[in-house]
C-alpha cells in the first residue's frame, strides 16, 4: 500500500513559480514511478511529468517542458515538481500518483492517487 499527500499548490501570478511535493507513505515507494497529473474544470485529467523508480529517468508533457522540473528524494519519500514561468492555462487540480516501477502517460495505469493540490495562475 502506497499513500500520497500533496502540497504547495496556491495561487500565483503568471510567470511566476510554485513547487509541489507529493509525500508518500508505505514501505514500498522505492520500487514506485510517480507522476503528476492535472485537471481543469470540464477537462479530462492529463499527464504532466513522472519520474521512474530510481529517479533516473524522467519524463514530460510537450507543455511543460523547459518549464518543469520532477525530482525525487527516496530517502525522503518525497516527489517534486518544480513548476515555472507558469501561465494561466496551468491552472488546475494538481494529483499525484504512483505505480510500480515505470512512468505511463494514462491515468488507468496508476493504482495510487493522492488528494490533488489546486493551483491557480492569474494572469
Known amino acids: 500500500q502506497v499513500q500520497l499527500v500533496e502540497s504547495g499548490g496556491g495561487l500565483v501570478q503568471a510567470g511566476g513559480s510554485l513547487r509541489l511535493s507529493c509525500a508518500a507513505s508505505g514501505r514500498f515507494f522505492d520500487n514506485y514511478a510517480v507522476a503528476w497529473f492535472r485537471q481543469a474544470p470540464g477537462k479530462e485529467r492529463e499527464f504532466v511529468a513522472g519520474?521512474?523508480?530510481?529517479?533516473?529517468?524522467?519524463d514530460y508533457a510537450d507543455f511543460v517542458k523547459g518549464r518543469f522540473t520532477i525530482s525525487r528524494i527516496n530517502a525522503e519519500k518525497t516527489e517534486y515538481l518544480q513548476m515555472h514561468s507558469l501561465k494561466p492555462e496551468d491552472t488546475a487540480v494538481y494529483y499525484c500518483?504512483?505505480?510500480?516501477?515505470?512512468?505511463?502517460?494514462?491515468?488507468?495505469?496508476?493504482?495510487?492517487w493522492g488528494q490533488g493540490t489546486q493551483v491557480t495562475v492569474s494572469s
Open positions: 500518483a504512483a505505480r510500480p516501477w515505470a512512468v505511463a502517460r494514462t491515468t488507468a495505469e496508476y493504482e495510487y
Open positions: 519520474i521512474n523508480w530510481s529517479g533516473g529517468i524522467a
